[in-house]
């Protein structure tokens, strides 16, 4: 069997979830993860995962000294660098066959079932998403082809430079490979995880749409099992987690607001699409859009009228 190991640093605050996180990976025990961290360790984890106390400045200066670049680093920064964690942590990754990154805003499902023996047999690159780097999950070879193939992008110290978010992880380091199709073994036929209107992640404001039974991530809907829930517009309205850690729940259902043992009232679920249909995920959305071209179109006008 193929090893594996998925690295995230993360710094601040654990978020509301995390008991519910680790109960995932738990369930996950062929597959290893590394978390360097400033956080408070919990006083219950899976033996599958690794903590490595340091601090986001300490961790910069690693960073900076083998990258070659002034890094401008933050929790939102690290984004750009994921690419170049096989160099950075080449310690740490050098009993395993793959690396990997993911996000911590995810409930793990059953990742062996979707990352076969036989994908890791024959691909130098895997992702979740389709024809796409994913940065909520990607799996790179262990090799130093692989783990330094960041350093062959033009200007990527400039980009690593920059205050900014680039978005390199997906957006610059997708460009390249897909221009350097033929040097690499690519696996990323299709979405792994969650997706809603053909976007993956993004999803309405749902109650009791995922539910995660013994180690799988199935849709409530559909009965379809998937190897992971991302809910990366659910961050901001996820307020609670009744999920602990230490209890070795066997099941529990997620929610926009929070993750829970039991479904919810259909007098909830009624009043909750009404409350979809004036203020959803996609009216937002359609909104926020709005106000950008409206932005946009006041932009045109002045320029226009300045010249």
Same mark, same amino acid.
């Given at each position: 069997?193929?090893?594996?190991?998925?690295?995230?640093?993360?710094?601040?605050?654990?978020?509301?979830?995390?008991?519910?996180?680790?109960?995932?990976?738990?369930?996950?025990?062929?597959? *290893?993860?590394? !978390?360097?961290?400033?956080?408070?360790?919990?006083?219950?984890?899976?033996?599958?995962?690794?903590?490595?106390?340091?601090?986001?400045?300490?961790? *910069?200066?690693?960073?900076?000294?083998?990258?070659?670049?002034?890094?401008?680093?933050?929790?939102?920064?690290?984004?750009?660098?994921?690419?170049?964690?096989?160099?950075?942590?080449?310690?740490?990754?050098?009993?395993?066959?793959?690396?990997?990154?993911?996000?911590?805003?995810?409930?793990?499902?059953?990742?062996?079932?979707?990352?076969?023996?036989? /994908?890791?047999?024959?691909?130098?690159?895997?992702?979740?998403?389709?024809?796409?780097?994913?940065?909520?999950?990607?799996?790179?070879?262990?090799?130093?082809?692989?783990?330094?193939?960041?350093?062959? /992008?033009?200007?990527?110290?400039?980009?690593?430079?920059?205050?900014?978010?680039?978005?390199?992880?997906?957006?610059?380091?997708?460009?390249?490979?897909? $221009?350097?199709?033929?040097?690499? *073994?690519?696996?990323?036929?299709?979405?792994?995880? +969650?997706?809603?209107?053909?976007?993956?992640?993004?999803?309405?404001?749902?109650?009791?749409?995922? $539910?995660? $039974?013994?180690?799988?991530?199935?849709?409530?809907?559909?009965?379809?099992?998937?190897?992971?829930?991302?809910?990366?517009?659910?961050?901001?309205?996820?307020?609670? !987690?009744?999920?602990?850690? /230490?209890?070795?729940?066997? $099941?529990?259902?997620?929610?926009?607001?929070?993750?829970?043992?039991?479904?919810?009232?259909?007098?909830?679920?009624?009043? +909750?699409?009404?409350?979809?249909?004036?203020?959803?995920?996609?009216?937002?959305?359609?909104?926020?859009?709005?106000?950008?071209?409206?932005?946009?179109?006041?932009?045109?006008?002045?320029?226009?009228? *300045?010249?």
């Amino acid at each position: 069997m193929k090893s594996i190991l998925l690295i995230i640093p993360y710094f601040g605050k654990w978020p509301v979830w995390f008991d519910a996180y680790l109960v995932s990976i738990s369930k996950n025990p062929t597959i *290893n993860w590394l !978390c360097p961290t400033d956080c408070e360790l919990p006083k219950g984890y899976p033996k599958n995962l690794k903590f490595l106390p340091t601090s986001l400045f300490e961790l *910069n200066r690693k960073v900076n000294t083998i990258v070659e670049a002034k890094v401008p680093l933050t929790p939102r920064k690290l984004c750009d660098i994921k690419p170049a964690y096989g160099d950075i942590f080449k310690n740490e990754i050098k009993d395993y066959d793959f690396w990997g990154i993911c996000d911590m805003d995810i409930i793990w499902g059953d990742i062996r079932k979707f990352i076969t023996t036989d /994908i890791l047999s024959q691909y130098d690159i895997i992702s979740s998403r389709k024809e796409a780097i994913s940065g909520h999950f990607n799996l790179f070879k262990n090799s130093e082809k692989i783990n330094v193939l960041y350093k062959n /992008i033009t200007n990527y110290k400039l980009m690593f430079e920059k205050q900014k978010l680039v978005v390199f992880d997906e957006q610059v380091l997708t460009n390249y490979l897909k $221009q350097e199709k033929d040097s690499f *073994n690519i696996y990323w036929p299709s979405i792994l995880c +969650n997706k809603e209107r053909g976007r993956d992640s993004h999803q309405e404001y749902y109650l009791d749409k995922w $539910q995660w $039974q013994n180690g799988k991530m199935i849709d409530v809907t559909t009965s379809k099992e998937l190897m992971y829930l991302h809910f990366i517009n659910w961050k901001r309205t996820m307020k609670t !987690c009744e999920v602990k850690y /230490i209890d070795n729940p066997t $099941q529990f259902y997620f929610s926009f607001n929070g993750i829970h043992y039991k479904q919810h009232s259909k007098i909830a679920h009624y009043f +909750n699409s009404f409350k979809n249909i004036f203020n959803g995920y996609w009216v937002r959305e359609k909104r926020r859009i709005r106000r950008l071209k409206f932005k946009s179109l006041k932009k045109r006008v002045k320029r226009k009228l *300045n010249l």
